[in-house]
């Protein structure tokens, strides 16, 4: 898969409420045993990124997370910047994740940094 087609689905993956339909996406693009790290996430697996992102739609009903620039590739790793979108259009959170793609071109490590969390 095209490093931008698993981006795309990882975003897809977070942006998704409905956890029938995000569990195909998060196979998809994540790898088996992938790391996800952030400030207030540290999990491995499909499992552990599933459960990340049922708890961020129970907290924050109508919300996703979309890219908000370009991918920036190279040896195998990856950065882009995001933006948490809320439910009344606002984008009060941004940040930069910085990964590393896996053989077969999904997702092995994804290392999350807030810009403007609240509180800090």
């Known amino acids: 898969m095209a490093t931008k087609d698993t981006v795309d689905t990882y975003f897809g ?3 998704e409420a409905d956890p ?3 569990r195909p996406l998060i196979d998809k693009c994540w790898s088996d045993g992938g790391i996800y790290v952030d400030p207030m996430a540290d ?3 499909r499992d552990g990124l599933e459960a990340t992102i ?3 739609h129970a907290q924050m009903p109508g919300a996703s997370i979309v890219l908000n620039g370009p991918i920036d590739e ?3 790793r990856i950065r882009f910047p ?3 979108k809320a439910a009344d259009g606002s984008m009060p959170i941004k940040g930069i994740d910085v990964g590393q793609l896996a053989p077969d071109g999904r997702l ?3 290392l999350g940094f807030w810009d403007n969390a609240p509180g800090g």
């Open 74 to 76: 190279h040896h195998g």
């Open 20 to 22: 029938e339909k995000r």
């Open 13 to 15: 993956a977070w942006c």
């Open 108 to 110: 092995a490590s994804i």
């Open 43 to 45: 999990v491995a697996g």
């Open 82 to 84: 995001w933006a948490l």
């Open 54 to 56: 049922a708890g961020f």
